[in-house]
């Protein structure tokens, strides 16, 4: 079974510029979640989606940054424009089922680097 | 402080060795976890304890929880060179749990 992809693995753009991430989750999970570490920082929780629905969005910095699931399948989260304290890792996660306590099954992160 | 804060920060053991750190959150949770994130990795998840578990075993991990403190331990006994790595509490909180927050993590040498 494959397991969660991202797709770039590394990003390097200049500030005021666009950059769109991309997770494929394991199949089959409905659940994606999206966390990002900025440097010297804990990792910190984006959001969550259930199939295409966001359940909880609560962690987004700021409306610079737009994640989608379209059809509940892969997920992107652009940021425009990129800011400097933008960098940092990007990870992307998958769990199977909800209502329960699951296992989020990580990426190996994406590292924007914003210049 | 933050929420699912390790301690320490850095632990440096020979192989054989046992490891054991700490983790401390604040509020209440459902679940806790910890991962293992190997240098330029993702994260693995190692093993997830229940609000209404005290102690959890998985191969050479033990996991103990104490609501009371609202504290946990990991520990790894006869380290091995592979486990070199950063680990990481993440409390889950919400009706499921889901919504995980990390704390800053404990990086783990283990000298062959």
């Known amino acids: 079974e494959a397991g969660v992809t991202q797709f770039p693995s590394h990003s390097v753009i200049e500030k005021g510029q666009t950059v769109t991430l991309r997770c494929d989750p394991i199949?089959?999970?409905?659940?994606l979640y999206w966390y990002r570490r900025v440097m010297g920082k804990e990792i910190k929780f984006l959001l969550h989606?259930?199939?295409?629905?966001?359940?909880?969005e609560s962690g987004m910095p700021n409306n610079r940054f737009l994640a989608e699931r379209t059809g509940g399948t892969y997920s992107t989260l652009k940021v425009q424009p990129a800011e400097l304290e933008d960098s940092g890792v990007y990870f992307c996660?998958?769990?199977?089922?909800?209502?329960?306590?699951?296992?989020?099954?990580f990426g190996p992160g994406t590292r924007l680097t914003v210049l | 402080s933050q929420q699912g804060e390790e301690d320490p920060q850095a632990l440096s053991i020979q192989e054989g060795e046992n490891a054991t750190m700490n983790c401390s959150y604040k509020?209440?949770?459902?679940?806790l976890q910890w991962y293992r994130q190997n240098s330029g990795r993702g994260l693995v998840h190692l093993i997830l304890?229940?609000?209404?578990?005290r102690e959890k075993h998985s191969g050479r991990l033990r996991v103990t929880l104490d609501t009371s403190k609202k504290s946990s331990s990991l520990l790894i006994t006869a380290s091995r060179a592979a486990d070199t790595a950063s680990y990481f509490c993440?409390?889950?909180?919400?009706?499921?749990?889901?919504?995980?927050?990390f704390g800053g993590g404990t990086r783990v040498l283990v000298k062959p």
């Open positions: 996660a998958s769990s199977p089922r909800q209502g329960t306590y699951n296992e989020q099954f």
């Open positions: 199949s089959g999970h409905d659940n």
């Open positions: 993440a409390t889950g909180r919400g009706a499921a749990g889901n919504k995980l927050t």
């Open positions: 989606f259930v199939k295409e629905s966001k359940q909880d």
């Open positions: 509020t209440s949770i459902n679940n």
């Open positions: 304890i229940r609000s209404n578990e």
